[in-house]
């Protein structure tokens, strides 16, 4: 979680997210970021600097990692560690969503 508080514009972003419906985690491999979920799929947020952030790459929530979009035989796979999850197209539109909405709410399109 952030070390530093969160300034009300910061807090005003996170209340959008929440209204979009996305969720808060706190992933025991990445505690210093905030994690933010929707159907699925996960990215960290940096708070420094006074604005939200995207961190990370964003992927699927697989256990308390995020599975990364990787491309190569047989396909498309998120992958975390040990772990593989095929891409299936359904699975691929959801990604392109959350990472579009998610960019929208942050200004960062």
Do not use: W
């Not at 600097?49 to 491309?71: E, H, P, T």
């Not at 975390?80 to 699975?91: F, G, I, N, S, Y």
Request: glycine share 12%.
């Amino acid at each position: 979680m952030p070390d530093q508080p969160l300034t009300p514009a910061q807090i005003k972003t996170l209340e959008a997210l929440l209204r979009a419906g996305f969720r808060f985690l706190t992933l025991e491999r990445y505690e210093r970021h905030l994690a933010v979920e929707k159907n699925g799929f996960v990215t960290l947020l940096d708070t420094s600097g006074g604005k939200l952030a995207i961190f990370s790459q964003a992927g699927l929530l697989m256990g308390g990692g995020i599975g990364m979009l990787m491309d190569g035989p047989p396909g498309k796979h998120f992958v975390c560690h040990d772990q593989r999850v095929p891409a299936t197209p359904e699975h691929l539109t959801a990604y392109q969503e959350f990472k579009r909405e998610l960019s929208e709410l942050l200004g960062e399109l």
